[in-house]
């Protein structure tokens, strides 16, 4: 039993990580670069975190003339 759960957990370290393409800047990156949707089919956002954090820069950047 020993010998199993050994080779299991090595089988398990060399399993491929799940990828998604982000819609905004085309790459391929692994899911957990993307924030989890559990109303999106797959689980996860359409837009990767960067992404995200980019747009939401630029909107901070034209909304500023809410902030004192």
């Known amino acids: 039993a020993l010998k199993m759960s050994r080779l299991f957990r090595e089988g398990v370290k060399q399993m491929p ?3 998604k393409t982000c ?3 085309e790459k391929s990156k692994p899911v957990h ?3 989890k949707r559990p109303d999106m089919r797959d689980g996860y956002g359409s837009w990767c975190y960067q992404c995200h ?3 939401a820069a630029q909107w901070n950047i034209g909304n ?5």
């Open 17 to 19: 990580k799940p990828m």
């Open 23 to 25: 819609r905004r800047c």
């Open 53 to 55: 954090a980019e747009r």
């Open 64 to 68: 500023r003339q809410g902030v004192t």
């Open 33 to 35: 670069e993307f924030p």
